[in-house]
C-alpha cells in the first residue's frame, strides 16, 4: 500500500531473511515508522492488532508474535488451541502518520502450528485468489465505503454528528460536504498521500451519511485498504468528538449503508468481461455472463457473507426511507446502469454487486463472490437476458428477509459452504456462529414487544 518496492514475504513465517533483501525494519525506519500495527480481522472484520516497536520488527516478520485466537474473536480456535501467529505482507505496509507520528499499519497472515490459518479472512482470500490464478485469471475490484457520523448521546441513542444535516434527501448536498470539510479532506489527503487515488468525496443519501472513493487494485489490495480505511475513519472520526459507523442501518427512516464492489476479471493485461454478446446490448463476454449467473444462482447463500449481522437485513427489507429509495435490492436481478439491480453493469469492462451493506467483512465478500462467479464460468450458467429498469424476472431469487434466512440459505448451498478455503466444516462454523448471532438477538426484549403486546391481550 506505498509506492515502495519490497519482495514478498517466505512462505515459512520463521524463515530467515535472505542476504540483500530489504527488511520490514528497513521498511519502516525509510518512513520513520517507530510502531507497527500488526494488524488481522477476525471472521466479522474486527480488527486486531499488537502495538510492536520497530526494534521488534525483525521478530515479527520471522513469525515470533503470537496471538490467543480465541480471545480475538470469531476465527476458528479454541482456547486450548496453539498461538495464532501473525506473519505481515510487507507488500501492505501502511504509513499512517495523520494518525499518530511515527505509526505504520501491516496487514498480516496468521499462522498456526507452521501453517496458513484457513478460517482467517484474509488467507481464504488469498486460498479463493491462488485458485482464480490456476484458472489463468485475476481479479481487479473496485469499492465504495459507505458510513454515518454520529455522536452517541447520554441515553444510549445516537445522533447526526452535523447538527444542520437534517434533510430528507441530502444527497451530494454541497453545503453538508462544506460543513465536514475538515473531516472529509483529512481523509482525502490520508489516502492520496498512501497512494490509493481517491477522486471523490461526497454526501450520500441519508442526512450524517458519507462516501469517499478511491482507485480499483487487484482484489487482495482493496481488501486490505477497505480495512484500513475503517480504521483511518474511526480514528480521526474519534479525535474529532465524532463516531464514523459501517452498520448497515443506524436509523430507522434513513437509506442504509452500502458495500459495493465493482468486479472484472483478467487474463494479464487482457480484461476478460468485455466482449460481442449480441442482442443481450451490455457488451459483455460469454464468461462475464456466466461469471453473473454463478452470482444470481448462488445470491441468498452469499447474502450470509454480503450481509453479514442481524441489522443487516433492516436495510434490505426496507421498503423505503426518507429520501424515498432505500438502493438496496430484494432480488437477485441484474441489467445495465440500474442501480436497483443486486448486479448492475455500468460499462462491459466490469460489473457492480450491491448487495454488499458495511458490515460485511471484504476479504470474505469478495472470496466468496469470487467462487460463486467462478462456479458459475465452469457450468457455463446462462442468466438470461438483462432485466430492465427496477425489474427483475420472475424465477428470480428473493433475497433472504433475515440473517437467520441467510444462514439456511448457505447450509443448502454446498458451492458457498465449501467457498472459505475449499473446506465446508469452515463454512459450518461460520453458519453456526451467524445462526447464534441471531438467536442471541431474537432472545432479547425489545421496547417494540414491550409497545405491541404489554396490554394487547
Given amino acids: 500500500m506505498t509506492s515502495l518496492a519490497t519482495p514478498e514475504l517466505a512462505a515459512e513465517p520463521a524463515a530467515p531473511l535472505e542476504a540483500g533483501r530489504i527488511s520490514l525494519a528497513d521498511i519502516a525506519k525509510a518512513h520513520d515508522v517507530r510502531f507497527l500495527l500488526a494488524t488481522f480481522v477476525d471472521m466479522t472484520g474486527k480488527p486486531c492488532a499488537k502495538l510492536v516497536p520497530v526494534e521488534a520488527a525483525d521478530e515479527l516478520e520471522a513469525g515470533a508474535m503470537g496471538f490467543a485466537g480465541y480471545a480475538a474473536g470469531l476465527i476458528g480456535q479454541k482456547p486450548q488451541d496453539s498461538d495464532l501467529i501473525a506473519v505481515p505482507d510487507l507488500a501492505s505496509f501502511t504509513p499512517v502518520p495523520f494518525i499518530k507520528e511515527g505509526l505504520a499499519l501491516i496487514h498480516c497472515d496468521p499462522y498456526v502450528d507452521g501453517k496458513p490459518w484457513p478460517y482467517a479472512p484474509r488467507v481464504i482470500l488469498k486460498n479463493t485468489l491462488a485458485r482464480l490464478a490456476g484458472e489463468g485469471m485475476q481479479a481487479k475490484i473496485g469499492a465504495e465505503v459507505e458510513y454515518f457520523l454520529v455522536n452517541k448521546n447520554a441515553d444510549g441513542t445516537i445522533s447526526t454528528a452535523d447538527t444542520r444535516d437534517d434533510s430528507p434527501r441530502p444527497c451530494y448536498d454541497a453545503r453538508g460536504v462544506t460543513r465536514m470539510y475538515e473531516h472529509l479532506t483529512s481523509i482525502s489527503t490520508a489516502m492520496n498521500s498512501l497512494g490509493w487515488g481517491n477522486y471523490a468525496s461526497d454526501h450520500e443519501d441519508a442526512a450524517g451519511q458519507f462516501e469517499q472513493n478511491f482507485n480499483y487494485a487487484d482484489a487482495l489490495t482493496t481488501a486490505d485498504r477497505v480495512v484500513s480505511l475503517r480504521y483511518i475513519l474511526n480514528i480521526l472520526a474519534e479525535q474529532r468528538g465524532m463516531t464514523a459507523t459501517f452498520m448497515p442501518k443506524p436509523f430507522t427512516d434513513r437509506t442504509g449503508t452500502g458495500l459495493h464492489f465493482h468486479l472484472s476479471l483478467w487474463s494479464g493485461a487482457d480484461a476478460l468481461f468485455p466482449g460481442d454478446d449480441g442482442d443481450r446490448g451490455l457488451g459483455l463476454s460469454a464468461l462475464a455472463y456466466s461469471f453473473i449467473g454463478g452470482l444470481l444462482d448462488h445470491a441468498p447463500a452469499l447474502q450470509a457473507f454480503l450481509a453479514p449481522t442481524v441489522n443487516s437485513y433492516k436495510r434490505t427489507g426496507a421498503t423505503t426511507s426518507s429520501s424515498g429509495a432505500t438502493w438496496s435490492p430484494r ?124 396490554t394487547s391481550i
Avoid at 338 to 350: A, G, L, N
Avoid at 376 to 388: K, L
Fill in 331 to 454: 432480488k437477485a436481478s441484474f441489467g445495465g446502469n440500474d442501480r436497483t439491480h443486486m448486479v448492475r453493469v455500468p460499462d462491459e469492462k466490469r460489473i457492480e454487486l450491491r448487495s454488499g451493506d458495511g458490515s460485511a467483512n471484504p476479504y470474505l465478500a469478495i472470496a466468496t463472490a469470487i467462487e460463486a462467479g467462478l462456479d458459475g464460468i465452469t457450468r457455463a450458467a446462462d442468466p438470461g437476458a438483462p432485466s430492465g429498469p427496477g425489474e427483475a424476472r420472475p424465477d428470480a431469487h428473493l433475497l433472504p428477509a433475515t440473517l437467520l434466512h441467510a444462514v439456511e440459505a448457505l447450509r443448502r448451498d454446498p458451492v458457498v459452504l465449501s467457498s472459505l478455503s475449499g473446506d465446508q466444516a469452515i463454512g459450518q462454523y461460520y453458519a453456526d456462529a451467524k445462526e447464534e448471532e441471531f438467536l442471541t438477538w431474537h432472545n432479547q426484549v425489545s421496547d417494540w414487544e414491550i409497545r405491541t403486546y404489554l
